[in-house]
Nanobody
């Protein structure tokens, strides 16, 4: 099992920045991809950004150029730097860790952290 603990959410104004952190513990050797998803009220959970252990990243089109995902392998922590926040970025952000080879077996979620963006 892998446990994920997120931090860094909060209330900001449009144009501000936030950095989310997600610390993984437990059997972290079972996962090789970590990422962030978000879910706004009435919407489905959607991918924001993901980083694989080889460093390859993928972003949702809506956040490209504004958000940056990174990871510190020594700390088993993934970060999401969010710049130029917009009201439409408001959501609960969930950290995810999974195995790209065994996604049905190893797929873990954090408890979520709220990001609120006011105009």
């Amino acid at each position: 099992q892998v446990q994920l603990v997120e931090s860094g959410g909060g209330l900001v104004r449009a144009g501000d920045s936030l950095r989310l952190s997600c610390a993984a513990s437990g059997s972290t050797y079972r996962v090789n991809a970590m990422g962030w998803y978000r879910q706004a009220p009435g919407n489905q959970r959607e991918l924001v950004a993901v980083i694989v252990d080889n460093g390859r990243t993928n972003y949702a089109d809506s956040v490209k150029g504004r958000f940056t995902i990174s990871r510190d392998n020594a700390k088993n922590t993934v970060y999401l730097q969010m710049n130029g926040l917009k009201p439409e970025d408001a959501a609960v952000y969930y950290c995810n860790a999974r195995s790209t080879m065994r996604p049905d077996l190893d797929n873990y979620w954090g408890q979520g952290t709220q990001v609120t963006v006011t105009v």
